[in-house]
């Protein structure tokens, strides 16, 4: 399983105050909220399960791509970030945010 344990820490961090399940999904390391995946990291990349309505916006920022899976487009609101863009816990608080807000959501929490 490869991740970046320093990433993992920044979104351990993200998401303290939540109940947080991590998972060993997608050959990495996933995160859960309310039993619903907000974040899985893998490799140099962060799949994030986001509002399908910010997808485009989100997907604006460089390094933020529409999610693949078996070389097709998975639905709208999930993402691919690069590591790289979770840099600082500043950055990485943006992305576990807006993957946060689709989670409540969906959830009601």
Not at 78 to 106: C, K, P
């Amino acid at each position: 399983m490869a991740y970046d344990e320093d990433v993992a820490d920044r979104i351990r961090e993200a998401l303290s105050g939540e109940v947080v399940r991590e998972q060993r999904m997608f050959g990495g390391l996933s995160f859960m909220v309310h039993e619903k995946m907000v974040a899985a990291l893998n490799g140099d990349r962060v799949l994030l399960r986001c509002a399908a309505e910010r997808a485009e916006e989100l997907i604006e920022d460089e390094g933020a791509d529409p999610a693949m899976m078996r070389g097709k487009e998975m639905a709208k609101g999930w993402i691919e970030v690069d590591l790289s863009r979770f840099g600082s816990a500043e950055d990485t608080g943006f992305w576990i945010t807006a993957a946060l807000d689709h989670n409540r959501a969906v959830t009601g929490n």
